[in-house]
């Protein structure tokens, strides 16, 4: 677990594939074909966070992660694929990733996982947790001084400037082949999506009482003492 802080910065082919089954007597592809409809089925919460699974589930799970967070990288690893594959796949567990702002290098990389079509956030929220290491290890090496710019300017300069010196835009390139980098500045200027991400930290600090990360709640009950996936999978009903 992190320590507690506050922000810095203010499916047709697989319908189909689904009836054929059913014509021609294959047993259980349909049911394979729906499991998977649920394991990609991908949409935005009113508040903004991403929810993986069927929204109707009887068992929510909300994850408050923040991408400079180390535990938060070891819970997408631990969890998968037996959360995806599991207990999502069968419909009864979704499963919302919301922002929790630590940093401004932690704002840049969330509107970056956010930054293309909702329906491919998790594979560069994935990707971006799994190199991890790589770019934070590029802004340790950066000190005060080489961090010093990210410091002037308006907040959009900033964000640009982080992404740029962290090699962030050929980070997102690798789960998002065709961005460009006119396409991924307009992401990190983004107004909306930037008071999106802090107004979900917000949330998560002032009415869930969130103190790290990653911290999760489960139909709305704030989980005390579960940070990784030994801890919550157990607290979840049968697949």
Same mark, same amino acid.
């Given at each position: 677990?992190?320590?507690?802080?506050?922000?810095?910065?203010?499916?047709?082919?697989?319908?189909?594939?689904?009836?054929?089954?059913?014509?021609?007597?294959?047993? &259980? !592809?349909?049911?394979?074909?729906?499991?998977?409809?649920?394991?990609? %089925?991908?949409?935005?919460?009113?508040?903004? *966070?991403?929810?993986?699974?069927?929204?109707?589930?009887?068992?929510?799970?909300?994850?408050?992660?923040?991408? !400079?967070?180390?535990?938060?990288?070891?819970?997408?690893?631990?969890?998968?694929?037996?959360?995806?594959?599991?207990?999502?796949?069968?419909?009864?567990?979704?499963?919302?990733?919301?922002?929790?702002?630590?940093?401004?290098?932690?704002?840049?990389?969330?509107?970056?996982?956010?930054? *293309?079509?909702?329906?491919? +956030? +998790?594979?560069?929220? %994935?990707?971006?947790?799994?190199?991890? %290491?790589?770019?934070? &290890?590029?802004?340790?090496?950066?000190?005060?001084?080489?961090?010093?710019?990210?410091?002037?300017?308006?907040?959009?300069?900033?964000?640009?400037?982080?992404?740029?010196?962290?090699?962030?835009?050929?980070?997102?390139?690798?789960?998002?082949?065709?961005?460009?980098?006119?396409?991924?500045?307009?992401?990190?200027?983004?107004?909306?999506?930037?008071?999106?991400?802090?107004?979900?930290?917000?949330?998560? !600090?002032?009415?869930?009482?969130?103190?790290?990360?990653?911290?999760?709640?489960?139909?709305?009950?704030?989980?005390?003492?579960?940070?990784?996936?030994?801890?919550?999978?157990?607290?979840?009903?049968?697949?």
């Amino acid at each position: 677990m992190t320590a507690p802080s506050r922000p810095l910065l203010a499916l047709s082919a697989i319908a189909l594939a689904a009836a054929s089954a059913l014509f021609t007597g294959e047993p &259980g !592809t349909a049911q394979t074909a729906a499991a998977t409809a649920w394991a990609d %089925k991908v949409s935005q919460s009113q508040v903004g *966070g991403h929810v993986r699974g069927n929204v109707a589930a009887p068992q929510k799970i909300v994850e408050y992660m923040s991408y !400079t967070c180390p535990h938060c990288a070891a819970f997408e690893q631990e969890s998968n694929p037996a959360l995806a594959t599991g207990f999502i796949a069968n419909g009864k567990t979704s499963i919302e990733v919301r922002n929790f702002i630590r940093d401004p290098v932690d704002l840049t990389v969330a509107l970056l996982a956010r930054c *293309g079509e909702p329906r491919s +956030f +998790f594979r560069r929220h %994935k990707g971006l947790l799994a190199s991890q %290491k790589t770019w934070l &290890g590029k802004a340790g090496s950066l000190g005060r001084e080489g961090q010093a710019a990210w410091y002037q300017g308006d907040t959009s300069t900033r964000l640009q400037r982080i992404a740029s010196d962290l090699g962030l835009y050929d980070e997102l390139r690798r789960h998002a082949p065709l961005a460009t980098d006119a396409q991924i500045n307009a992401c990190l200027i983004n107004k909306a999506e930037q008071n999106k991400v802090l107004a979900m930290t917000k949330f998560a !600090t002032e009415t869930v009482k969130v103190q790290g990360t990653p911290s999760f709640t489960l139909n709305g009950k704030l989980l005390a003492d579960v940070y990784d996936w030994k801890s919550l999978e157990p607290l979840l009903a049968s697949r």
